[in-house]
């Protein structure tokens, strides 16, 4: 997945204005505790990270 895929689901779900905050302030034990930004910075993949959120946010299957 690129960047911009995993950005335009993450602002799709949480809204534009809200996604890049939740990204960077809300740690996911899925993610080892991390933040979706310190998982990209770590070189995570973006597909892992949105399926992260999406089993965090128990968001529909048509999500992932």
């Known amino acids: 997945m690129r960047i911009t895929d ?10 534009a204005s809200y996604a890049h ?7 996911l034990a899925e993610l080892g ?3 979706c930004e310190q ?8 597909v892992d990270i949105w399926r992260a959120v999406w089993v965090h946010e ?3 299957l048509s999500d992932r």
């Not at 995993?6 to 809204?15: L, P």
């Not at 905050?21 to 740690?27: E, G, T």
């Open 6 to 15: 995993f950005w335009s689901r993450m602002e799709a779900h949480f809204g």
């Open 21 to 27: 905050s939740w990204a960077k302030d809300f740690a």
């Open 33 to 35: 505790g991390r933040t």
């Open 39 to 46: 998982a990209i910075a770590a070189g995570i993949e973006t």
């Open 58 to 60: 128990r968001l529909p």
